[in-house]
């Protein structure tokens, strides 16, 4: 059974930055991607960012150039340095995790509980 374990969620202030962490447990296979959404309150989730195994990343446009993922494959574990932090980027973040099936086209999903992100103006 896989699960995903999230931290380095909180309060900062605007301009301000915070480092979250999502360690997965369990049989993890490649290829697969791991990743971070958001969600704030009233709104869909979102993608914020996304890193595959083989380490190629995807931004959504508002975090560019302020947000980078990371990841370390031996841990199974995905970084999400926030940096220039806004109001608006204040959300439950959680984390995402989808792993293709071997010997299959499917992919499963698994999903963090969320950390809080809040950025104060």
């Known amino acids: 059974q896989v699960q995903l374990v999230e931290s380095g969620g909180g309060l900062v202030q605007a301009g301000g930055s915070l480092r979250l962490s999502c360690a997965a447990s369990?049989?993890?296979?490649?290829?697969?991607?791991m990743g971070w959404y958001r969600q704030a309150p009233e709104k869909q989730r979102d993608l914020v960012s996304s890193?595959?195994?083989?380490?190629?990343?995807n931004y959504a446009d508002s975090v560019k150039g302020r947000f980078t993922i990371s990841r370390d494959n031996a841990k199974n574990t995905v970084y999400l340095q926030m940096n220039s932090l806004k109001s608006e980027d204040t959300a439950v973040y959680y984390c995402?995790?989808?792993?293709?099936?071997?010997?299959?086209?499917?992919?499963?999903?698994?999903w963090g509980q969320g950390t809080q992100v809040t950025v104060s103006s």
């Open positions: 890193i595959t195994s083989g380490g190629s990343t």
């Open positions: 995402n995790l989808k792993v293709k099936r071997p010997g299959s086209m499917f992919w499963d999903e698994y």
């Open positions: 369990g049989i993890i296979f490649s290829p697969n991607a």
